[in-house]
């Protein structure tokens, strides 16, 4: 007897299947901006994504007019982003619009030539420690810098 449903079975994937390059046609972005968005999506190249809620984000540092970097504090992580031209990306975070934020990848994407664009060299996620307030042996988390 012949299984009715085998065609929509998933196959497993042959040598030939297998993608070469991570490369896209699709040009780099470093974010995107939504109306009544929940979460906010953090890729980064070589690290896993994350996905937290807005509900959770309790701060916003930036260098202000210089755009070059910014740090979001939720309750339970730091994330520390670096970049150039970042003035729309953090006005889209304190409107709680940026859907998501990426970290320039070369292995996915070609260089921007469009210097004015946002581009965001690193995102980096700092664990915060489990300690109460007030515990002696807090990390400190850097704060963002003037460009040099």
Partial sequence: ???PLAKFRKQPLTPSDTPRSLK?????????????VDRLII??????TRSPRYLYLKDIAYDAEFGTNFALYFEFM???VRGRNL???ILALQKNAAE???EFDPDRW?????EKAPFIHSIEVLEQEDNPPGAENRREIPAPSKPH
Avoid at 110 to 114: H, R, S
Wanted: charged share 25%.
């Fill in 78 to 80: 730091v994330v520390v």
């Fill in 87 to 89: 003035q729309p990306v």
């Fill in 43 to 48: 890729r980064r190249s070589m690290n896993p």
């Fill in 100 to 102: 998501f934020i990426y």
């Fill in 1 to 3: 007897m012949s299984d």
């Fill in 24 to 36: 896209t046609s699709e040009p780099y972005i470093a974010f995107d901006a939504k109306d009544n």
């Fill in 110 to 114: 070609e260089m921007p030539t469009d």
